[in-house]
Each structure stands twice: as C-alpha cells, then as structure tokens.
C-alpha cells in the first residue's frame, strides 16, 4: 500500500468535527472486496420489482454486470421511463458512490449500464481529493447509506500523464493544473520508464486515493462490520472492461 503522504494531522480536527456535526453518523470502510461476475441471467431492476443493493457485494455484483452489458453492446439503459422519473422526485436511494475522472470517455452510467438514481457520482481530475470532492463523498455515505465507493481511474489519463511529464520534466504547469499534479505525484512509479510509468502510475494512483479514503476518520467507524466497501478499479479503454486493483 502506498505511504499515506497526506495523513492528517492534528489541525484537521476541525474541520472533521464540523462535517461530522453536519453530515452526522459515521461511515465504514470495507477493504479486499473485488468486481466479481454476476450471472449473465440476472434479471435487470427496476423500481416496482427489485432492491437496492445494500451491501458492498451485491452493489460490486449489479456493477460488474452493468459493465458486461456495456462491453458486449447489450445496454438496458435501466430507470429512464417517465414512472422513474417521477418516483425520483420524493428521493433517492442509490447504490455506489464512484470517485471517478473528468474524461469524457468515461462516463460512470454508461460503462456500467445505470439509470437515474443508481449512482452518485463525484468525478476530478485523475480522481483527485480535496475538501468538495471528500464532503460529496460522505455525504453519499453518511446521509444515504450508500455501502459502497468505487475510486475508477482509467487507461491513457491525461492528468496523470501531466503529473509524470511535470515531475520529469521540472516543467510548472498551470496553477491549478499544478495542484493536480503534485497530489498525483507521491504515485509516480520511478521503477518505470516512459509509457509504462504512465501506466503503472494510473494504477498506483488509484490505489493511493483508495487507502486516503480509508483513512478519513468520517468513514472509518464500521470497517470491520463491512457495512461499507472502498475499492479501486481501472476502466481500459481499449476493452471497455472495469476491473478491480484492489
């Protein structure tokens, strides 16, 4: 597991303090869980016959055969119909929170085949955490008891390649492009050289904002109960297929 470089210290105490009061309860972090294979006849849901899932399996499970249906061109396009619709008005219930990037190639609904109120969705820059992008987070969890967070790095990013250029290069970048940057730095794999730093540091990088939200105290209170999964997983956009890193 990469170093934790941004650990918290005692003067975050704060500004946890005022989320927790404001969001309220405490989250969990379950670790280890992988995108497993659904029966390829699972019957899809819908809101007047099926349920949400509620623990971090089954939502891996409804997510891994959403991006199957997406891979071999068999999209259901679920929970677009007027009914749903109008049944989303008084709420929503849905069952992942996915932590992804900007690219416009990636898009969390259709790679795994989800309609209106399956998933929040919190999407920055090569997956990049900073104060908006942690509250959206737990608010998700704390507020809608969503069971699980997918951190969805993918092939060919540009912000990282942008990281790794800027710290071979010594080259400043922009000044909130540079921001990125240097929070992807700390995964930067130096073993590797050229396309396969690239690479290897999309992966690492996954798995680094991965264990960050594990060690946020606000999602840390039901780690061993597995009421709640943190996963990391990788979109190739040459196959279209999720698969998990950890």
């Known amino acids: ?20 009061a404001a ?18 006849s699972a019957a899809p ?7 949400r899932p509620t623990t971090p399996a089954e939502a891996l499970r409804e997510l891994s055969e959403g991006n199957r249906r997406w891979r071999r061109l068999q999209q259901r396009h679920p929970h677009e119909s007027l009914s749903v619709r109008r049944s989303l008005v008084s709420g929503q219930h849905p069952f992942a929170v996915i932590l992804g990037c900007i690219d416009s190639r990636v898009p969390p609904e259709l790679v795994f085949d989800q309609g ?5 969705t919190v999407r920055s820059a090569g997956e990049v955490l900073d104060e908006a992008v942690l509250g959206s987070i737990a608010y998700g969890v704390l507020e809608l ?8 790095g993918h092939q060919s990013c540009g912000a990282v390649t942008a990281a ?11 000044a909130h492009i540079q ?27 996954i798995d680094l904002v991965r264990s960050l939200l594990a060690a946020e105290p606000d999602l840390a209170g039901k780690v061993d109960s597995g009421d709640l999964a943190i996963v990391g997983a990788r979109y190739e956009l040459d196959s279209q297929r999720v698969h998990a890193i950890r």
């Open 1 to 20: 597991m990469i170093l934790n470089r941004y650990a918290h210290t005692p003067t975050d105490t704060g500004r946890r303090t005022l989320l927790r």
């Open 23 to 40: 969001l309220g309860g405490t989250a969990a972090v379950g670790a280890g869980l992988t995108i497993g294979a659904a029966p390829s």
């Open 45 to 51: 849901r819908t809101p007047a016959t099926a349920t």
């Open 116 to 120: 209106l109120g399956d998933l929040m």
């Open 145 to 152: 008891a969503i069971p699980l967070i997918l951190v969805l």
């Open 164 to 174: 790794v250029h800027a710290d071979e290069t010594g080259e400043q970048l922009p």
């Open 179 to 205: 921001y990125l940057a240097d929070r992807i730095r700390p995964a930067i794999d130096h073993t590797q050289h050229g396309a396969a730093r690239v690479d290897s540091t999309i992966t690492r990088n």
